[in-house]
Antibody, heavy 114, light 108 residues
């Protein structure tokens, strides 16, 4: 299992970013996928998840209406569209396999809102 | 939202010691859906235990999980040098999934 996240960067408050995660080594469409973030040196926070076919999605309350999780199973890819970014969204964002028990993690991509 | 508390925030042990880490939930966790992860500096979290007590693939048997309802425990029977790290609990019984703040296990 290999997950490679990308798309982070420095953005002003109110700005947008789109994170991507390319998966390999497993049948991507069979698995729920998630985004989990971690403020450098701090704890972990689940952000969103999406079921295999892509119909059912769940979000952390503080990102609802601002972030959208999606996937393209033909490309083995997971996405996180982040709009109206706030300083408190600053973190390293990891894609993770599965909906709630995260058995594989991407290395993460750093999002800085400042 | 279920708030998970891990206290104390740090514990000091010697190699070979038995370590018992606590995770307390603000309300009962459905189906005891609690996970434990280990994280070392510069690394991503590593899944140790899921369903409160099921050891994940290739996790040494010195790691064990127990508990139900609101009180969960991770036990490391004999600490090896590579076990000094931060340990997080997480619940996936209800949305939003939440993590505890972590317990750092360091060398005495």
């Amino acid at each position: 299992v290999h997950l490679v996240d990308s798309g982070g960067g420095l953005v002003h408050p109110g700005g947008t970013l789109r994170l991507s995660c390319v998966a390999s080594g497993f049948t991507f469409s069979d698995f729920w996928m998630s985004w989990v973030r971690q403020v450098p040196g701090k704890g972990l926070e689940w952000v969103a998840n999406i079921e295999g076919p892509g119909n059912e999605r769940h979000y952390l309350d503080s990102v609802k209406g601002r972030f959208t999780i999606s996937r393209d199973n033909a490309k083995n890819s997971l996405y996180l569209q982040m709009n109206s970014l706030r300083a408190e969204d600053t973190a390293t964002y990891h894609c993770a396999r599965a909906g709630g028990v995260f058995d594989s993690w991407g290395r993460g991509t750093l999002v800085t809102v400042s | 939202e279920i708030v998970l508390t891990q206290s104390p925030g740090a514990l000091s042990f010697s190699p070979g010691d038995r370590a018992t880490l606590s995770c307390r939930a603000s309300q009962s966790v459905s189906s005891n859906y609690v996970v434990w992860y280990q994280q070392k500096p510069g690394q991503v979290p590593r899944l140790l235990i899921y369903g409160a007590s099921t050891r994940f693939t290739d996790i040494p048997d010195r790691f064990s999980g127990s508990g139900s309802g609101t009180d969960f425990t991770l036990t490391i029977s004999r600490l090896e040098p590579e076990d000094f790290a931060v340990y997080y609990c997480q619940q996936y019984g209800s949305y939003p999934f939440t993590f505890g703040p972590g317990t750092k296990v360091d060398i005495k």
